[in-house]
């Protein structure tokens, strides 16, 4: 289970340090193989464990050819779907071609999304959870858009 939000730096080879906390469970359920795509809906990257991606990867081929979002959808996500692993210091080399996608640069940041992660342009990130909280705060909002998930 990924949970949180880890500010970490790119290095200068293109890698990135997975936190200490998530490694043994990457090793321990994938051997270290990761699936590193972009993410469809929003400017960052996914990153999935090896048997997260197979199921979602068969999610994915079972979408309709004859439908242009799911070809779209099917595109994005398969196209881009690198192979990486994780070596023995937990560094994960990104894709020259998705850090130029999701314009990542020294500063970055991983979110946990229960099995995934997001992998964001720390200032995109800021600026998006900004918003995010922006919109959620908002009197506009009605109150039955909202799942009730600790009230």
Known sequence: MFRGANSINLDSKGR???????????V???NSHLIVTCDPYDNCLLIFTLPHWESTEADLQSLSNSKPLHRRLKRIMLAHATEVDMDASGRVLVPPVLRERAKLEKEVMLIGQSKTFQLWNETEWN?????????????????????????
Not at 18 to 26: N, S
Not at 127 to 149: G, M, W
Request: no cysteine; proline share 5%.
């Open 16 to 26: 990135i340090a997975i936190p200490a906390k998530y490694r043994d469970g990457i």
């Open 28 to 30: 321990e359920s994938a």
């Open 127 to 151: 600026r998006l959870t900004q918003e995010d909280l922006a919109v959620l705060s908002s009197d506009d909002l009605d109150d039955n858009d909202l799942p009730d998930l600790y009230y």
